[in-house]
């Protein structure tokens, strides 16, 4: 598996070999180097871009059990004052336990919200506090106070600590993963992308959602846009069809969701 370590490691190698190449035995031209550059840069985009890829930080994005048609749900940039009860009430009228990546700031004003999810058997994990659009250039030290901030808030309301921790447009960084270290949490991402807050045709994400379900699978939408709630009635009968059930992530992946 390559990460950023020994891509790293892998490139510096390469560059001292060639600099010796250059300065000691014949002078090398300028695209030698460049395009070993740019093949680093273009790894190290990947890598960070792809929740899967292991390359920064090691994320769960699905359960490694295919012998049991076993699924999870979980909804990202919640408490949202009008589509989380919806969600809510959806869950409840099935018996259906997910998880809820939530957003610190959006919980202030709404701690009504976090309580009911909790006292209703969902899943409380940590999303961030600010899901800033530059979430990803922050600092490890700014990373961890908006991890720990968005733990003490969940901790002071529930009486729980957040195990869990689902990094904001499901990129990682070396501070996101130094972060995550220090304060010993488990990164989640998944394998089914509904794009609900990206199209409005539900149709669309009904069959992307459906099409993709496999056994193990977890499953991402966001408790932010009304739009889920049909989407959320396609996946259930989609499961009831072919077989499926629906169980908490703590049962799919076997881990602990609370410190």
Same mark, same amino acid.
């Given at each position: 598996m390559l990460t950023h370590k020994t891509n790293t490691a892998l490139f /510096?190698? =390469?560059m001292l070999l060639l600099l010796c190449l250059h300065y000691f035995i014949i002078p090398l031209p300028e695209f030698i180097f460049i395009v070993p550059a740019l093949v680093y840069f273009a790894i190290v985009a990947w /890598?960070?871009?792809q929740i899967n890829s292991n390359y920064h !930080?090691? !994320?769960f994005c699905q359960s490694k059990d295919s012998s049991t048609k076993h699924i999870a749900l979980s909804f990202d940039d919640g408490?949202? #004052?009008t589509v989380t009860p919806m969600v809510l009430d959806w869950l409840k009228k099935h018996e259906i336990s997910v998880t809820f990546f939530c957003? /610190? $700031?959006n919980i202030e004003g709404k701690e009504a919200l976090l309580q009911r999810m909790h006292a209703e058997g969902h899943l409380i994990a940590n999303h961030s506090y600010s899901h800033s659009y530059f979430f990803d250039f922050f600092g490890s030290s700014k990373i961890k106070n908006e991890l720990s901030r968005t733990n003490d808030m969940v901790e002071k309301l529930l009486g729980v600590k957040p195990a869990l921790f689902r990094p904001p447009y499901g990129v990682t960084t070396p501070s996101i993963a130094e972060a995550v270290e220090q304060l010993k949490l488990t990164c989640i991402g998944w394998n089914v992308r509904s794009m609900d807050g990206v199209s409005k045709n539900q149709d669309k994400i009904k069959e992307r959602v459906c099409s993709q379900i496999r056994p193990g699978s977890m499953l991402l939408f966001h408790d932010t846009y009304e739009q889920v709630i049909p989407v959320l009635d396609?996946? =259930?009968n989609h499961c009831v069809t072919n077989g499926f059930k629906i169980v908490s992530l #703590? $049962? =799919?992946l076997k881990i602990k969701p609370y410190v």
């Open positions: /510096g190698m =390469l /890598g960070s871009s !930080v090691d !994320v408490p949202n #004052e957003i /610190g $700031k396609a996946t =259930l #703590e $049962k =799919l």
